[in-house]
């Protein structure tokens, strides 16, 4: 179904303002020009509004819609295959898996499909993947609903729920909900369903969360609203068509259209862009705009209705990359209509910041060119502007906390730099090391080799106005001024003061971000590893060993006997339990990072131990190492 369009009136933004209220910085450039996913049948079809699933290394499917019979435009939703076959992918012959339904709510067009994997029981059966769809029952294609159905397999058959739809239109006059992605929250039956609505005066973007595990009985909460700051012009539509969540960035990426064309019936312009996930779950932040896509990069007038390759739950394929799946049409509108395919490359931080884990720092005011300096040991107190002596108190060791923020603890008392809502709110100081927001600095390049460094907590901007020794180092508004801006100079590496692991001794290996230690409770090789809270029971207690002659340990469960193992090499490799055969695999790198916790990294795969969601039961993977706080580990010796 072709989309009626009302414009946007939202205010205009400054592109300052972006600069400032942004919590992190991404940016990102194109790999290769879009091409053809595959061509369309001969004569007047159309194919747009794509969906894509990546299921393993040598497989997607590509959900999308299209019209059945050559000129009639009447949306039904296909599927294809795809095989990577000699490094080239190969997509199969078009399937349909199911049309509009004759005196129902979607009598009209069925359209903007969307795929997640999970655990949905319903009318006494199991379903393992659930498919959210738009459906209409007027021609003039106002009042689209969203609808779900479920099927044993990705290819189908799909069976539609009988109480449909789950989000209905607010009227019957303007456009209603649709173009609608979902992200699973628990790799079962709850999913977040994020969606276009459109009430008459305006365009948003909503995001609403289901629990499905019991199809027949399901709940929802309220739906919320996603900030459109940074998206809108106050001129020209915008309005989201996917999105997806990146869980080691804590960070979700949506493909926006731009700039309505009344006459192509679509978009000319579609925006990627990035914010982070608490901003985009209280409604609030600024979205970052990493990449346009119009005609002067895809050589085609409408560029519409886009989604990202992802993996069966909804998250991002890859660490350094977003894959964009894109319905582009030529100048003669609906028949021209295709699905073409490219490829962006990510880079963390706004102009790169080149800052390490474990490395010492030293920071130098522009303005004044004293440095940061903290001498007292005790809590709160203030930091001050020194010339640089290079005492243990005037250098700063980096942990990286975010995708561009940072901790920073001064090497001579172990404080953390830190700025808080208090009686005296504009002093920067120093205090223990707990972990909190006011503890974490953002840090982005404001001109040249210098860079501003402001609070996560509170906003304000690192600040350096006096010109002597011993003048206070404040936390106001980041105003681009000459004393808030740092040069920040590497020292070397740091002495790592984390405790020493004590080989053949056991340990409880609990996760930074979540709290939920390392679990297995299965005997069976391969059976996978999971997080649950800490009860104390064997299955959660771990033997490091040393292995003689290597850098290396073998991690071996109390209550199985068997080791911890990673065989995968690709992304979101799984991690298990096995029985001990000295391989690689069952090797692990176990690092210090400075800050209390290690990382743990295979020593087959380079992947990192990592777990992306709070809760019971949830799994254990293999990713590449990013610094976040979900790929850092404290380890607890206990008996």
Known sequence: MIKKIVLCLSLTLLILASLVTSTFALTASAEERMSPLFQKSAGDYYNYAPCMIQTDEYTKYVYYCSNRVSGEIVDYICWRKGTLENGVWVWGEENVAFGPSQGEWDQCHVCDPDIIKGGFSYNGHTYTWAMTYLGVA???CNANQIGIAFADSIEGPWVKFSQNPIITAPNMTSWGVGQDSMISLDQSGRIRIIYRYSDGTDDYCRYQDFDFSDVNSYTAVSSKLVTQQGLTDGISHTCSSHVIYDSIRETYFMAAEHIWDEQKRSCRETMIAALPKA??????????ILYRYNQSNTGYVSNHNAAFCRDPYGCNIASDKLAVVMSSGETNGLWTFKINEGTLKLVD??????????????????ANRLVLDNWSSENSSACYAYEW?????????????????YKLINHWTGKALDNYESSTPEIAYVWDDVSALDQRWEICRADDQYYYIRNIETGRALTSAGTTNGSAITAVNYQGLDTQKWEIVDCGKAELSATIIESGRNYKIVNRYTGDVLDNWNLENGAMCYSYIWTGVNNQKWKISTLSGEPAYIIENQRSGRVLDCYGVEKYSDVYIWDNVSASDQHWKIEPLNNGYFKIINCKSDLALTQSIQGNGNQIFGFAYVGAEQQQWELVEID
């Open 138 to 140: 007027q021609w003039d």
């Open 279 to 288: 901003d985009f779950e209280a409604g609030t932040g600024c979205w970052e």
């Open 349 to 366: 931080g706004q102009y790169s910041t080149p800052f390490s884990t474990g490395r010492i720092y030293k920071l130098i005011n522009k």
């Open 389 to 405: 002596t290079g005492v243990h108190n005037q250098q700063w060791v980096f942990t990286k906390t975010g995708v561009n923020d």
